[in-house]
Each structure stands twice: as C-alpha cells, then as structure tokens.
C-alpha cells in the first residue's frame, strides 16, 4: 500500500471549501484513495462528508493512502494540493 503524509496547508483546515477542492481532486485521481488523521481512521477521500467529518484542522497532519498499482504519482499531487493548500490539483509533481 502507497502512503503520503503531509501537514493541512489550509489555514481553516479541510473545511468547506478546501474539502471541496480535495475532494474533487481525489476524485479526479481515478484511484481509490483514503484520508485520515495521523491517529485515526481512513475513510474515503473521495466523500465530502467523510472528509468533513475527520475535522482536520491547519497545520495537521494527515496520511493518504491507496492500494492502486499506480497511486504512486496520484498520491504526490494529493500531498502537494494538501500541504501547500492549493485551489486546484497540481498537474505535475
């Protein structure tokens, strides 16, 4: 299983509209990929409210994980829109 950790670049964390973003953005992957808090459980990157749900705030770390053969590049475009808390998913790492 690939793995990423990367620390919520967001200042407001993986609310609202930063969710919204990552959410799409895992989505747009074509891989199946979870998010969790470093202590907690996966759930589903690719579900809003799962997202929401983990209350991760600014500056908080995160894992991203997939065991899809070719996670590997998606998992460092998740990582970099995470930490740096971009708007959009980076096309290249």
Known sequence: MAERRANVGWAEGLHARPASIFVRAATATGVPVTIAKADGSP???ASML???GLGAQGGEEIVLASDAEDAEAALDRLAK???EGLEEL???V
């Open 90 to 92: 980076p096309e290249t």
């Open 50 to 52: 799962a997202v929401l």
């Open 43 to 45: 759930v589903n990157a």
């Open 81 to 83: 829109l995470v930490a």
